[in-house]
Every structure is written in structure tokens, then in C-alpha cells.
């Protein structure tokens, strides 16, 4: 089994910062591509940033300059460092990570999420 745990999330000011952390765990080989999505209060879940293993990052148009995702392949970790915090960033983040495993099966987990409030 794989799981993945997010933290870092909360209640932040506009213009503040938060790091979310994602820390995969179990019978892992390796991780391969990684991503961080986000659902906002009525709307559909988005994608914010996807960092393909080995390649170069993309990043939503509205996060575009102010997010930067990140990975620890040692430590099994995914980061979103998030700056220039607005109030419409408010949302569930989730982390997306496909997983080869120990036997090299791969997978795809989902986090349970981390809520981020950005709100004076």
C-alpha cells in the first residue's frame, strides 16, 4: 500500500506565503510524475502544477510566477512553495503522485487534501 500525507495548509494573509508538503509512504520504488490540484467552494477540481519526472514543470496560468512545486525523490516528497497568496487561491489542495512501486507496479494515489484560507 501508498499513501501520501499532505501538510503545511491554513489561514493566511493576502500577499502571504505557505509551503504544502506531501510525503508519500509505503512499498515505493520510486516516484514519476508528480502534481498538486486544488477545489475551491463550488467549482470543479483544478490543476495547479504538474512536475513530470525528469522534465520541466507547467503551471496554471493563475498560479503562474507566484507557485513553485518541488520534489525530494530521496525523501519521497512533493512541495508547493506558494507566494503572493490570494484571496481566490482558497481552496483544497491535493496532491496527485504516480507511484512505482516496489514490485513496479504503478500507481496513482491521491492526498486527502490541506485546506488553505486566504482571507484577512
Known amino acids: 500500500q501508498v499513501q501520501l500525507v499532505e501538510s503545511g495548509g491554513g489561514l493566511v494573509q493576502p500577499g502571504g506565503s505557505l509551503r504544502l508538503s506531501c510525503a508519500a509512504s509505503?512499498?515505493?520504488?520510486?516516484?514519476?510524475?508528480v502534481g498538486w490540484y486544488r477545489q475551491a467552494p463550488g467549482k470543479e477540481r483544478e490543476l495547479v502544477s504538474v512536475?513530470?519526472?525528469?522534465?520541466?514543470?507547467t503551471y496554471a496560468d493563475s498560479v503562474k510566477g507566484r507557485f513553485t512545486i518541488s520534489r525530494d525523490n530521496a525523501k519521497g516528497t512533493v512541495y508547493l512553495l506558494m507566494n503572493s497568496l490570494k484571496p481566490e487561491d482558497t481552496a483544497v489542495y491535493y496532491c496527485?503522485?504516480?507511484?512505482?512501486?516496489?514490485?513496479?507496479?504503478?500507481?496513482?494515489?491521491w492526498g486527502q487534501g490541506t485546506l488553505v484560507t486566504v482571507s484577512s
Open positions: 496527485n503522485v504516480r507511484v512505482v512501486t516496489s514490485v513496479f507496479e504503478i500507481l496513482e494515489v
Open positions: 512536475l513530470p519526472s525528469g522534465g520541466t514543470a
Open positions: 509505503g512499498s515505493i520504488f520510486s516516484l514519476d510524475d
